[in-house]
């Protein structure tokens, strides 16, 4: 059998309660090979080839994921550790890393020292690059109803809060979100120098905690600010109803007082004179009182309604997450 199968070893999944999808997807996803037939291993040989060809041609972004399917085929020592080698000049050390680290635990398993000690050795010159991304989350968020922290779309439980992860350089996506609030993102832009959002190798402190982000103005008060605009949208309905039957009543008080003067002429007034004459009086009384408190209580609801702050959205998570 040709050199793949001698030497070819295999990329790990990264078995983290993290979940954090960082590794190219053909390197992680390594179901049982087929058993069917010789059909996946001729095939997996083929991809082998092609990959080892675009490694020459500095080709790696073509070459990583033709070694990784090639040991989904077929696994055999030799793609591992040159999948290792692909991903290293790709620029991806934590994946890189993985993967020597299994190229180690398959040399031992293998027996094979040399390829053990090689393997060992790489692997020690490319820890100090690899960087790495550590979720903090404050007891206050972390006491949140239904709180769901994921990163690049996949759940980072409590039980990974505070671990330090290796991870590829890049643009990588945080989300956090609990019950009554909207959805809190950052984007953590892991770079190779391990510097900004990354705690890399050589720079274990806590990260500084991003600023926060800020709540929905609208939220603060909105007991106080929504029950004022009640308020006040009732006192304007009110004052407008007011303002209507004082305006009926100076309507009746007008109709009744022309009533009486003509019932009221020379030489003196009529019984029926005197009582509209009582009765236009009333109703002039009670379209004064109906359309002064009517414009009072317009007056106070437009303050209420006007000072009074709308109910606002869910809030966003304040987001003291560190990286």
Known sequence: MRLRRSTRWLAPTLALSVAL??????????PPPDPSGQSAAVLAEALFDAAVKLMQDQKFAEACPKLAESHRLDPASGTVFNLAICLEKEGKHASAAIAFEESVARSLKDGNKDRENLARERLAQ???????VVVRVAPKIAALDGLDVRFDGASVRQQAWGLEVPMDPGVHVLTAVAQGTREARRVVDVNASGTGFVVGADERGPAPPPPPVERDPGRKGDGEGGGKRLVGFGLLGLGGLLVIGGSVSGIVAIDRHAESDRLCGPPGCTSDGAAAEVSANRYA??????????????AVGTYLVLTGKPAGRAAALPFPLAF
């Not at 999808?21 to 390594?30: D, K, M, T």
């Not at 490319?126 to 790495?132: E, G």
């Open 126 to 132: 490319l820890k100090p690059l690899v960087s790495r």
């Open 285 to 298: 009384w009670g379209a004064n009182i109906g359309i002064g408190l009517g414009l009072v209580s317009a």
């Open 21 to 30: 999808a960082s590794l190219p997807s053909a390197a992680l996803a390594q």
